[in-house]
Structure formats: C-alpha cells, structure tokens
C-alpha cells in the first residue's frame, strides 16, 4: 500500500519525505485555506510540493461546472507531469474525469462515501476514487465497510481505478486500509507519527542502550 501525505504543510511534507516512507501528497481546499501562508498562489505550492515530493501530487478544482473544471484540471495539469487533478463526485465532476482522462490527465475523484458513487467514478475512467472515511464514522456509518465494498466491486470488474483511503482519522484506519488491500491510504502528519510509535519499542530500546552503557565499550 502506498502511502501519502493528507496536507498542505510544506514542513510536514519535507520531513515525512526526509522518513523515505512517503510515495505521494494529496491536498484538498480546506488544507490550503489551514496554512499560514494562505496568501501563497496555489499553483506555487502545487510546484513547491511536486519538486519536494517524487510521486503523485494531488491538486482539487474548486469549480463545479463541468467546462470550468476542464478548465481549471488542465491549468492543474500543467504544473508538473505528476499532478493528478482531483475532482468531486457529480455529474458534471464525472462528465470531466472522462474528458481530461481522453487529454491523458489523470483524475482523483474526491468526496467519495457510497460503493455506488465509486462505481461510477471508474466507469467514467478515473485514475483515484478517494472514499472519505473518517467522515462517514463521525456520522455513524462504518467508513472501513465501504472500501471493502469498494475493493470487491473493483476486484469483481478489473477496474483499474485505485483506491486511495482519505480523511484517516488514527492508526487503526491505516491497518484496516492494508488488510483489505487498498492501493494507497493518505495520512494526516500526527497519524504517520503514530505508526512508528510503540512503548514497548521505546522501553526495549532504553533497556538495550542501558545495558550497554554498563560495559563501556564503543562500536568502532
Ligand atoms: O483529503 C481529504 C480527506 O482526507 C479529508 O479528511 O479529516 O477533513 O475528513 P477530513
């Protein structure tokens, strides 16, 4: 599974690339709107993100007509060959994956909460479907459940659309992303922290540092 990073924080970015276990970044407009350099052109970030970060890189349209997001998706496209062009699950949203797809842009269809909506997106050819699921936990629905059901009908077809797990809310999310096979699971910073953390790794490590500093040796 790869995995991304869900933010717009060019630190946070630079340092879980520096970790060497980051294939990608996806960014949404509220992500943006987040950061203290708001003020910043969003094209720039885009830029500033795809020289950072070797892998898909991804930017969201803020238009809703299906013209306008041509528009917009090919203006995203053009910033770096690994721009994938997010775009949200309509009518007209879909109308465009199908549109920029023929162009050779490659789409990440966002906002994704029902099997049927995912189904959709990879009929009209999109390179990403982005179910949500921490959102559909809060609203009392099982988010894991749908990228199960996702993963069948895909599997069931030979779609080749991947699926890319979002709004992940803690580390359990991220395991049952693996398990149930899905291609990517973007993460927010304080999550891909938490995978690397365990007390029993810290106190065994403590453990091991101590009793080695009791035989005052070096490793030359
Ligand atoms: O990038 C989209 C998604 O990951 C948003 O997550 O936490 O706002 O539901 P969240």
Same mark, same amino acid.
């Given at each position: 599974?790869?995995?991304?990073?869900?933010?717009a924080?060019i630190?946070e970015?630079?340092?879980?690339n520096?970790?060497?276990?980051?294939d990608g970044?996806?960014?949404?407009?509220?992500?943006?709107?987040?950061e203290?350099?708001?003020?910043?052109d969003?094209?720039a970030?885009v830029k500033?993100i795809?020289?950072?970060?070797h892998?898909?890189?991804?930017?969201e349209v803020v238009a809703?007509?299906y013209?306008d997001?041509?528009?917009e998706?090919? @203006? %995203?496209?053009?910033?770096?060959? &690994?721009? =994938?062009?997010?775009?949200?699950?309509t009518p007209? /949203?879909?109308k465009?994956?199908k549109t920029?797809k023929?162009?050779g842009?490659?789409t990440?269809v966002?906002?994704?909460?029902?099997?049927?909506?995912a189904l959709l997106?990879?009929?009209?050819?999109?390179?990403?479907?982005?179910?949500f699921?921490?959102r559909l936990?809060?609203?009392?629905?099982?988010?894991i459940e749908?990228?199960?059901?996702?993963?069948?009908?895909?599997?069931?077809y030979?779609?080749?659309?991947k @699926? %890319?797990v979002?709004?992940?809310? &803690?580390? =359990?999310?991220?395991?049952?992303?693996?398990?149930? /096979?899905?291609?990517?699971?973007?993460?927010?910073?304080?999550?891909?922290e938490?995978?690397?953390?365990?007390?029993?790794?810290?106190?065994?490590?403590k453990?091991?540092?101590?009793d080695?500093a009791?035989?005052?040796?070096?490793?030359?």
């Amino acid at each position: 599974m790869k995995i991304f990073i869900d933010t717009a924080n060019i630190d946070e970015i630079r340092q879980a690339n520096d970790w060497g276990i980051l294939d990608g970044v996806t960014t949404n407009p509220s992500l943006v709107a987040k950061e203290k350099d708001k003020g910043k052109d969003f094209k720039a970030i885009v830029k500033e993100i795809c020289e950072i970060v070797h892998g898909d890189i991804s930017a969201e349209v803020v238009a809703t007509k299906y013209e306008d997001i041509l528009h917009e998706g090919r @203006i %995203l496209a053009k910033i770096h060959k &690994n721009v =994938v062009v997010k775009v949200p699950l309509t009518p007209d /949203g879909l109308k465009a994956v199908k549109t920029l797809k023929a162009e050779g842009i490659r789409t990440n269809v966002t906002l994704c909460f029902s099997a049927n909506q995912a189904l959709l997106a990879a009929k009209a050819g999109a390179y990403i479907i982005s179910p949500f699921i921490g959102r559909l936990d809060d609203a009392g629905h099982d988010g894991i459940e749908l990228v199960e059901e996702i993963r069948e009908i895909y599997d069931n077809y030979e779609f080749e659309t991947k @699926i %890319l797990v979002a709004s992940i809310r &803690n580390p =359990v999310h991220v395991k049952q992303a693996a398990m149930i /096979g899905a291609d990517i699971a973007t993460i927010p910073f304080k999550v891909i922290e938490q995978l690397y953390r365990h007390p029993l790794t810290d106190a065994g490590l403590k453990q091991f540092l101590d009793d080695w500093a009791k035989l005052g040796q070096q490793i030359k």
